[in-house]
């Protein structure tokens, strides 16, 4: 079975700290991506990487910024947290053939910043 | 821009009786991807079922199967035979043949046992 690995589950941080959440997928996915997920909002893109050090912004990519150096590990990095970034994280990957292919996702890193 | 709708927030079921999930969605393409993604308690989105636009015939996967309407832009889902373990968090989702999904706003489910 594929698996996509957010490092944690729970994670509080202060407002100002620089809060690094980490996602391994073992499938050899070229696509990795970075949701949001908020009450009532759904889920939106934050970041989309198709290849090793290659991103590009989703829909709200302001006050997140992303690193992939490895094809299996996909970060997601906010360099001065704020308590609006308070949400639900979701990784997923999947692989790339042009076209919508079935996202595999983590199982969320819950984020409140303080 | 492609926008998702799903005007149900909440639904609830009877065990083993049949529900319908709203999804509504705007787009100006001919050739595109709808989705069904489940997310459970356990937070792990998992994929439910999917349709492309072009297939006139509707996607069926077990007690799961939809409803599209392209002229009308809808896509409910049926779940038939509901069963506790359908319990989570419903997400209709878009694409028009790259690898990004607009998603909406969610539906959660109930199942009443």
């Known amino acids: 079975d594929v698996k996509v690995t957010q490092s944690s589950r729970y994670l509080v941080k202060r407002t100002g700290e620089k809060v690094f959440l980490e996602c391994v997928q073992d499938m050899d996915h070229e696509n990795m991506f970075w949701y949001r997920q908020d009450p009532g909002l759904g889920l939106r893109l934050i970041y989309f990487?198709?290849?090793?050090?290659?991103?590009e912004k989703g829909d709200i990519p302001e006050g997140y910024s992303v690193s992939r150096e490895k094809k299996e590990r996909f970060s997601l990095i906010l360099e001065s947290a704020s308590t609006n970034q308070t949400s639900m994280y979701l990784c997923?990957?999947?692989?790339?053939?042009?076209?919508?292919?079935?996202?595999?996702f983590g199982s969320g890193t819950q984020l409140s910043v303080l | 821009a492609q926008t998702v709708t799903q005007s149900q927030p909440e639904m609830s079921v009877q065990e083993a009786e049949t529900v319908t999930l709203s999804c509504t969605y705007d787009t100006s393409e001919s050739d595109y991807y709808l989705f069904w993604y489940k997310q459970p308690p356990s937070r792990q989105m998992i994929l439910v079922i999917r349709q492309e636009a072009y297939k006139q015939q509707n996607a069926t996967e077990n007690r799961f199967s939809v409803n599209f309407q392209k002229a009308a832009k809808s896509f409910s889902l049926k779940i038939s035979d509901s069963q506790l373990g359908d319990a989570a968090m419903y997400f209709c989702?878009?694409?028009?043949?790259?690898?990004?999904?607009?998603f909406g706003t969610g539906t959660r489910l109930t199942i009443i046992p």
């Open positions: 997923a990957s999947s692989f790339a053939s042009g076209g919508p292919e079935k996202l595999f």
């Open positions: 989702a878009y694409n028009f043949g790259n690898e990004k999904l607009t």
């Open positions: 990487s198709y290849d090793v050090k290659m991103k």
